[in-house]
């Protein structure tokens, strides 16, 4: 059976503290830190068997990552990622150093939060219904069936430039009024038609509280004509670009 080391995240101190105990596949494993000079790397022994991509694996390493962030700025760990030796580890924090204290200054005691705005039904069947491009458009599909072969393409058009226009509506009123109050955001591609913004947030911790209100006085405002799915505080994923796996020194 061979041994491996499981990494969680990385913070940055110079303080020496003590992370305890998490569960992996069902046993106690204990956590403790790999550091180069402030940069410190969270981290816990496993064998071959106890790193499966299981989803109580998963779910221990979100577990120490929300844990730890509490606390200390956190640079998460990709799940299911094991490097041979604490000495592999520390080479790569060393080559990794000045590029971490970067993102360490950018993202220092902040979080991220998610918002995904999904329209709700009755809104988007009214919207549709009052749009006389789509509703002529499908009249004339309705009414040339099999002939409408050129009426159902540009049906196809017009309902995606009706997304489209209501997607950059909810990016003016919703997006950019939240954006003023982080330190940076960023709006995803939605993930599927309905959902009309898919964008995430970093803020600074002290105004997290500001940032609630504003995203509530928004769902005041738009609570008639979609849904919020508000998340988080995350880690800054959106917002960190670097890619660790082992093996990787360079």
């Excluded at 496993?46 to 577990?63: K, M």
């Excluded at 799940?79 to 590029?99: Q, R």
């Excluded at 006389?132 to 002939?147: C, G, S």
């Excluded at 309902?159 to 955001?185: C, G, M, R, V, W």
């Amino acid at each position: 059976m061979s041994e491996g080391v499981y990494p969680f995240c990385i913070i940055q101190t110079n303080i020496d503290h003590e992370f305890g105990f998490t569960k992996w596949e069902g046993k106690e494993i204990k956590l403790y830190p790999i550091r180069y000079k402030d940069v410190v790397m969270i981290v816990a022994d496993v064998s071959d068997q106890d790193y499966l991509p299981t989803r109580a694996n998963l779910l221990a390493h979100q577990g120490v990552i929300s844990l730890i962030m509490k606390q200390l700025t956190v640079i998460p760990m990709s799940f299911n990622n094991v490097f041979t030796s604490t000495e592999e580890i520390h080479l790569l924090l060393e080559k990794l150093y000045d590029e971490l204290q970067s993102i360490f200054q950018k993202i220092n005691n902040k979080i991220e939060v998610g918002l995904k705005v999904i329209a709700r039904k009755e809104w988007l069947e009214e919207e549709i219904r009052m749009n006389d491009d789509i509703q002529k458009l499908k009249e004339k599909v309705n009414q040339q069936k099999e002939a409408a072969f050129y009426e159902k393409i540009k049906l196809g058009e017009k309902t995606k430039d009706f997304f489209y226009n209501l997607q950059h509506n909810l990016y003016n009123e919703i997006y950019l009024p939240l954006s003023t109050l982080s330190s940076a955001s960023k709006s995803n591609p939605p993930i599927y038609e309905t959902m009309l913004l898919n964008s995430a947030f970093l803020i600074d911790r002290d105004l997290e509280e500001i940032f609630d209100e504003k995203v509530n006085e928004l769902y005041e405002i738009w609570k008639d004509k979609v849904e919020f799915k508000y998340s988080g505080p995350w880690p800054a994923y959106n917002f960190i670009q670097l890619t660790i796996t082992a093996g990787d020194q360079s």
